[in-house]
């Protein structure tokens, strides 16, 4: 009786109620409770707000992954629990996201993802933290920038860095659809590396629906890397006039 009322304590809505930000517990006796009731989860929903966007209404549902420490968030539009919910999983980029960079099209997409999950009346965008640079973090990914504007290639960059290609991991992003509801995706990505990590972490991609922006001056070199030495599939750049 004791252990069923424990168990159901540290399940994710109790758990939910429980990392409220205005609760005087803060995550680390919160993640103190449930070692003591032995529950291990990687992520944990810690709060979940309206989000008004210029975009659309989204719900903001925070997450704490036990496992790294990193807090991540998903924006959820509309009723997501199901099967074939349009979900872009993004990876963290300062740059691109924040600053409109063009050395990417990552501001881009993001921008478009979230159109693309209004236009379709419900959808998630899991927004990965931890990501940045492919997951070798911001200054790694500035001075990757630094070696590309000295003619190395994004791959390159990384390899004279002493720095994996892509380090990144979408276990936590597979946890936070699973926690959401989402039993099967139609993912927003040109990269069928990140389609095949969600299919190992249990997550059925139904489809890739490709997330291609118009090249830019600054990026055509980037993007065809990305397409040549990551294999993304950007069919967009064979012919893009007056872009060499
Ligand atoms: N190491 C490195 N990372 C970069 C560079 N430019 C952008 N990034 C990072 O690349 C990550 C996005 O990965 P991409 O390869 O652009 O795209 P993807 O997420 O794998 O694939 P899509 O789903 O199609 O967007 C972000 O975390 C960016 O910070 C760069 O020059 N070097
Ligand atoms: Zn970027």
């Known amino acids: 009786m004791v252990s069923e009322f424990c168990r159901s304590f540290t399940r994710a809505g109790t758990i939910a109620a429980m ?34 966007t210029t975009y659309g209404e989204f719900l903001a549902v925070g997450y704490l992954d036990r496992r790294s420490g990193i807090e991540q968030v998903a924006l959820v539009h509309g009723d997501v629990v199901g099967e074939s919910v349009l979900t872009r999983v993004h990876s963290e980029c300062l740059t691109g996201d924040a600053f409109a960079s063009t050395h990417c099209e990552c501001g881009d997409q993001l921008s478009e993802a979230l159109r693309a999950i209004v236009a379709e009346g419900r959808g998630v965008l899991v927004y990965l933290q931890g990501h940045e640079g492919r997951g070798i973090g911001l200054l790694g990914k ?5 070696l590309q504007e000295g003619g190395l290639d994004t791959v390159e960059a990384n390899i004279a860095l002493g720095l994996p290609v892509d380090a990144r991991d979408y276990g936590a992003a597979a946890e936070i659809l699973q926690d959401l509801g989402v039993r099967s995706v139609r993912l927003l990505s040109n990269n069928p590396r990140k389609r095949e990590a969600l299919l190992r972490h249990g997550i059925p991609v139904e489809e890739q629906v490709p997330l291609l922006m118009p090249p830019r001056a600054e990026n055509i070199r ?3 890397a990305k397409r040549e030495r990551l294999d993304h599939d950007l069919p967009h750049l064979d012919s ?3 872009l060499s």
């Open 19 to 52: 990392m409220d930000p205005e609760d005087s517990a803060g995550p680390d006796l919160r993640v103190a409770i449930n070692d003591a009731f032995g529950q291990r989860p990687g992520v944990e929903q810690v709060v979940t707000v309206r989000l008004p």
């Open 142 to 146: 500035l001075r990757a920038m630094k």
């Open 222 to 224: 980037y993007l065809r």
């Open 240 to 242: 893009v006039p007056g």
